[in-house]
């Protein structure tokens, strides 16, 4: 082999990390079996995470609940045009909730559903506003906590738990565009409400 010839590389010799060997990996997956997904490579401190996890756990139920009473309160002239995009909020909350327990469980954690705790450990709030332009407003105030929150968290975990990392990016995608569907509400709503006074 002359001296400009480049080394032959295998594919463990790639990236800042060398890959495992079948055995070695075989071996490792063997190991502390009743960890289940949270395998040596996990970085994050997993108690930490799961609970951080609860309290997105916590916002996420809270803001399902809001929509909830939202759409089974609001009212007037404006509320049937208004009514499905609560009830969607709702629902996709609920599926970030589900999301966020499902991870606890698989880092071996408890998902805490307890009423009593629920408001404590939200990053939003609930609120029973009367009209519903004051509704609306509540859930984009919400809404940009939790992108803000869950920005945070994105940044906070790294490359420490890569998983959880992901979920956390789904769930803030979808409540980006939460946030964008009430600003438009807001406006248009607004834009209406003027004009009515105006006439």
């Known amino acids: 082999m002359s001296a400009n010839t480049p080394k032959q590389q295998t594919v463990s010799d790639f990236g800042q990390h060398a890959l495992a060997t079948v055995q070695e990996m075989r071996e490792r997956a063997r190991q502390h079996i009743e960890s289940g997904a949270v395998t040596e490579d996990y970085k ?21 609940l809001r929509y909830k009473s939202h759409y089974y309160r609001a009212s007037g002239i404006n509320s049937e045009a208004i009514k499905p995009e609560f009830l969607q909020h709702a ?10 327990a499902a991870r606890i469980v698989q880092l071996n954690g408890a998902p805490d559903f307890n009423p009593a705790a ?8 609930y609120k029973q506003p009367g009209t519903l ?13 939790a992108v803000e929150f869950y920005t945070e968290i994105i940044y906070w975990l790294g490359d420490g738990d890569l998983t959880t990392r992901k979920v956390m990016q789904d769930i803030l995608a979808v409540e980006a565009q939460h946030a964008q569907d009430m600003k438009e509400l807001l406006g ?12």
Do not use: W, Y
């Open 188 to 199: 248009r709503l607004t834009d209406t409400e003027k004009r009515v006074r105006s006439s």
């Open 91 to 100: 629902q996709e909350a609920q599926q970030h909730a589900d999301m966020v």
């Open 133 to 145: 332009t004051e509704m609306i407003r509540e859930d984009l105030i919400a809404e940009r906590i």
């Open 118 to 125: 629920l408001t404590s450990r939200s990053r939003s709030e």
């Open 44 to 64: 994050a401190d997993r108690s930490q995470v799961i609970g951080i996890l609860n309290e997105v756990l916590a916002t996420e139920l809270v803001c399902m």
